[in-house]
């Protein structure tokens, strides 16, 4: 039983275009949500979170979007550059029982 | 630069051997996990520890048991390690009791034959 869920196991943007990848979520107690990317050979590293209280946070070409109603985050990076390629995690994290649950990850492919 | 460091790259592991992986982070924090990454399956949590000494499982601790005698230092032992235990291993590290803005060590690739 996933609670966090990224549908789509890759995606294939050019460069210069925007790239949006997608969360969803089933638990309705968590309060933060994350987004982590990761390259080869190395750990995930923290790229942008948002609180439940929010429905945006934007970190220069990264925004995150957040619809509680539809348990329902993205990632929007804008414009895409080749670096971005990587796989991306979404997280949530329920800060009361100390857990934060991690989605299958979506690889980007930005292609230039 | 703050660093969270495991001991191995790549292990090669018996089944039925005992292992052992090691994670030492530099940063003072209190928390630190071990999560391991299956194709499909994103990261699970195995173990995490909010204090020397204490410790709490995750949601796949079967198989698995840890160890945190110093603050910097949370190790993974797998008491008999069996083929569906091959996997990547990533240890992390957070100030945060919530575990918010983990940072994460490169991984260890345990393959077990």
């Known amino acids: 039983d996933q609670q966090v869920k990224q549908n789509s196991p890759s995606l294939s943007v050019q460069e210069g275009r925007i790239s949006i990848l997608n969360c969803d979520y089933t638990?309705?107690?968590?309060?933060?949500f994350l987004w982590y990317k990761k390259y080869p050979a190395e750990g995930p590293t923290f790229l942008i979170s948002?609180?439940?209280?929010?429905d945006k946070n934007e970190d220069g070409r990264f925004t995150v979007f957040l619809n509680k109603s539809a348990k329902h985050l993205s990632l929007h990076i804008v414009p895409s550059q080749p670096g971005d390629s990587a796989v991306y995690f979404c997280?949530?994290?329920?800060?009361?029982?100390?857990?934060?649950?991690f989605g299958a990850g979506t690889r980007l492919f930005v292609k230039a | 630069d703050v660093k969270v460091t495991q001991s191995s790259r790549y292990l090669v592991k018996r089944t039925g051997e005992k292992v052992f992986l090691e994670c030492v982070q530099d940063?003072?924090?209190?928390?630190m996990f071990w999560y391991r990454q299956d194709p499909g399956l994103g990261l699970r949590l195995i173990y995490f520890?909010?204090?020397?000494?204490?410790?709490e499982k995750g949601d796949i601790p079967e198989g698995y048991s840890v160890s945190r005698e110093k603050k910097e230092r949370f190790s993974l032992i797998l008491e008999s390690a069996s083929t569906n235990q091959t996997s990547m291993y990533l240890c992390?590290?957070?100030?945060?009791?919530?575990?918010?803005?983990?940072?994460f060590g490169s991984g260890t690739r345990l393959t077990v034959v």
């Open positions: 638990n309705s107690m968590f309060d933060y």
């Open positions: 520890s909010y204090d020397v000494k204490m410790k």
């Open positions: 940063m003072d924090h209190e928390n």
């Open positions: 997280a949530a994290s329920d800060t009361g029982g100390f857990k934060t649950i």
């Open positions: 948002i609180s439940s209280i929010k």
């Open positions: 992390a590290s957070s100030p945060d009791p919530t575990g918010l803005g983990y940072t």
